[in-house]
Each structure stands twice: as structure tokens, then as C-alpha cells.
């Protein structure tokens, strides 16, 4: 045990250094070559490709978006203009377009029957279990108004009378599609101290009021069609306006501030923001409620309740910018050229494990060296390293190193 103990301690205190072996063979040479070149002709691709990876990085978009809606359009035989059916009014960067109603009009507080199919009844049992319950239109106070036919009645609630029908819907506003959006975003990249906005500045009045966005032909201009927004999303307006969705108008900022200031522009993109609901049957679409109040004459107070339709827009502005950073450049470059060594190791597993001259280069390339050298042998190591140093100068032209292989013919 103790002789095992000796043996490790005396193999784990040694010192290894490198030993240079010029090994003369062209298979041996050409792979060597090749793999280094090709990791070299990797690293130039990469370096193109992931240009990003040597850029000071900022994507802390400061961002303020401002919007307007125009259009007149036609709901339950009256004429909307935007006052009408754009909640809220305003402007920002999240709103909702009105297709469709159900207006409860001339609500008061008082007593009624639910509307809701599920408190029907037939005596004032089925209701008591359903008494204080306040998931219709009002709150239910446990009586049966039966229905003076016999057929089963409704709870009676208290709460905003006569209640909601919300399953009577009117005719959809079809005009929605001409309807257009205006987006005024400008953004600001506070590394950078960089500030730009969503259309060029040199744009006049003239142009806003005959252009529509298009990512081809008018890529800068900040004016929607509702119509061409759906179809980038491939949608219909008959998709949406019965239970109304949800779509994201996306500002998308990304910015190589190496090149001109003014080639920093943005692209824009669109989604159903909820396409995974799309075919739920618990939750479909967007719809939200809002009531106007006022008062008669005798001071009770009245109000007309809306149930409105809508598609929700959402302004979504993301991006990031970058300049050319020397550190992460420089860091990828070591990495690259100490990467070229792999081409040493590769050819040193074909030396040792499929060469022909496999042993010749084994025997060269590792050798033992005892720590203590009597005076006798090292006066005999410095005799042969002379012999050594002699006939490797006959045989190879490299300096201080051992080559096998090829024979130079002036040595001949």
C-alpha cells in the first residue's frame, strides 16, 4: 500500500513540457493545411454573420405612440363617426374599434325578470336556490314571475331594469374596412442618445392624406387601412365583426448605428393577438360594456346600457440598437486563432493511432527525463546532445526540433 502511495505521489509531482517533432509527411501536411484553413474560413463566416455578437448592444427603447382614427360608418341605422366607436378617445397606443351593439335603452333601478336562459322557473323554489346569486344582470331575489301562459318564467332580479338581452344583435358596421388608423411613434435609444420617428420628416401634409402603408411600395407612410391590416393577418372583416378579436399592429426598431443615422427605421408587422381563443367555447372574441346616464324630468335616473363589439388594437413597439464594440471583437479573434490548434491535435490522433510511421513518432514525441543526472551522465548528455545537435542539423533544417519522414535531398 505504502509502495502504491509513493508511485502515485512520485508520478503526480513531474513536469511536462512541449517537444517540437517536424513531421515530413504530405498526407499528414495537407490535413493539417486544410483543417486549419477551414477553421480560419469558419471564423470569417461567423464573424459575418453574427455581426451583432461585436456590437454594443442597447435595447432599452424608450418609446411614446400616438394614434387617430377616421371614418364614418353606418350601426342600427344611425351614422358613427369616431366620437362613436372609438373607446377611448384618447389616442394612445391601445383602443378599440366599435363594430356592433346591443343598446339597452331607458334602465332604472328597480325590479324585473332575468333574461339570461339559465334563471328560468316555474315556482319560486327553483329561484330561492339561486337567491343572492349575482351572475345574470342583477342580483336574484328568490321569486318566480311565471309567465301568465303557463310556460316556465324568469327570477326576478333587482338591479338595472328592463335587464339585457345581449343575444339581439344588430347589423355589423361594415365600413370598418375603409376606416384608416394614423400611428405618430417616435422612439429614443438613450445609450446612444439616438432619437428617431416612424416617418421622415420631410413628408408633407399632401402625401399623408394620399397615402396608405404598404411594405412594398409605401413602407414609411403612417396611415392603415383597417382592410389591409386584416388581410395581412389573413382575415376577413366577417371573421371579426360578429364577436369583434384582437389584432397587434407591431413597430419593430432595429438599428446598425455604424451606417447613417437615417437608415434607423422601423418595419411593421401584424397579428391576431388572440388566435389561441379562436376556437374556444368558453371565450371568443371582444366585447365590453359601457353605459350613458341621465335624468328625467321627476330626477330618477335613467341610463342606456351598450354592449359593444370591437376589434382591440394594440401598438406594439420593440427593437434594439448597436455600434461596432471592439472588446467582444477582439475576444472572438483570440478565440479564433487559439482554435486553430485543433488542427494539431487532430493530426497528432492520425500520427499516433492510424500512421504507418505511428511508433518512429511515439518514441520522438514523448520521452522520459530522470530529475537526478549524475555528473558522469550529464557530462555524457552534453556530449550526446552535441552528437544530437550535429545530426539534426544534417537532418533537418528546423532548429532545435526532431523531423521524420521525408529526407532532404541535400543531406543525401
Not at 44 to 56: A, D, N, R, S, Y
Not at 169 to 175: A, F, K, Q, W
Not at 278 to 303: I, P, V
Not at 401 to 409: A, E, K, L, N
Request: glycine share 8%.
Amino acid at each position: 500500500m505504502a509502495h502504491r502511495v509513493l508511485r502515485f505521489i512520485s508520478d503526480f509531482f513531474v513536469y511536462e513540457t512541449a517537444k517540437s517533432v517536424v513531421v515530413k509527411s504530405w498526407s499528414v501536411g495537407i490535413i493539417n493545411r486544410v483543417v486549419q484553413l477551414l477553421i480560419i474560413l469558419y471564423f470569417i463566416c461567423w464573424v459575418f454573420m453574427h455581426e451583432k455578437g461585436h456590437q454594443l448592444r442597447d435595447t432599452g427603447i424608450e418609446s411614446a405612440v400616438m394614434t387617430k382614427v377616421k371614418g364614418l360608418g353606418k350601426l342600427n341605422n344611425r351614422v358613427m363617426d369616431v366620437a362613436d366607436y372609438v373607446v377611448p378617445s384618447q389616442g394612445g397606443s391601445s383602443f378599440s374599434i366599435i363594430t356592433n351593439m346591443v343598446i339597452t335603452a331607458n334602465q332604472t333601478q328597480g325590479y324585473c325578470p332575468e333574461t339570461d336562459n339559465n334563471y328560468n322557473c316555474t315556482n319560486d323554489d327553483h329561484c330561492v336556490k339561486k337567491l343572492g346569486s349575482n351572475l345574470g344582470n342583477g342580483i336574484v331575489t328568490g321569486k318566480c314571475l311565471n309567465n301568465s301562459d303557463g310556460t316556465a318564467g324568469r327570477c326576478e332580479i333587482e338591479g338595472w331594469c328592463p335587464a339585457e338581452n345581449d343575444k339581439v344583435l344588430g347589423n355589423p358596421m361594415n365600413e370598418v374596412e375603409n376606416f384608416t388608423i394614423f400611428i405618430k411613434n417616435s422612439i429614443r435609444f438613450p445609450l446612444f442618445d439616438v432619437t428617431r420617428g416612424n416617418f421622415p420628416s420631410n413628408i408633407d401634409k399632401t402625401y399623408i392624406k394620399n397615402c396608405y402603408y404598404d411594405p412594398v411600395n409605401d413602407p414609411f407612410c403612417p396611415i392603415f387601412k383597417v382592410g389591409d391590416i386584416l388581410r395581412h393577418i389573413n382575415q376577413s372583416l366577417d371573421n371579426i365583426n360578429d364577436k369583434g378579436g384582437e389584432i397587434g399592429i407591431n413597430i419593430n426598431w432595429k438599428c446598425n448605428l455604424d451606417y447613417n443615422v437615417t437608415d434607423c427605421n422601423p418595419t411593421y408587422f401584424f397579428t391576431r393577438l388572440d388566435a389561441a381563443f379562436e376556437n374556444s367555447a368558453a371565450s371568443q372574441g371582444y366585447n365590453f360594456r359601457f353605459a350613458k346616464y341621465y335624468q328625467s324630468a321627476d330626477g330618477t335616473e335613467h341610463r342606456t346600457l351598450h354592449k359593444a363589439i370591437a376589434i382591440r388594437i394594440e401598438i406594439i413597439v420593440s427593437g434594439n440598437a448597436g455600434k461596432f464594440n471592439s472588446v467582444p471583437f477582439l475576444i472572438n479573434l483570440v478565440a479564433a486563432f487559439t482554435s486553430v490548434g485543433l488542427a494539431t491535435v487532430f493530426c497528432d490522433i492520425i500520427l499516433l493511432n492510424f500512421h504507418k510511421g505511428a511508433d518512429e513518432y511515439k518514441a520522438k514525441k514523448f520521452e522520459e527525463v530522470s530529475g537526478v543526472v549524475s555528473e558522469s551522465a550529464n557530462n555524457r548528455l552534453y556530449e550526446g546532445s552535441q552528437m544530437s545537435i550535429k545530426a539534426l542539423e544534417k537532418k533537418s533544417n528546423d532548429s532545435g526540433t526532431f523531423s521524420i519522414g521525408r529526407q532532404d535531398p541535400s543531406n543525401q
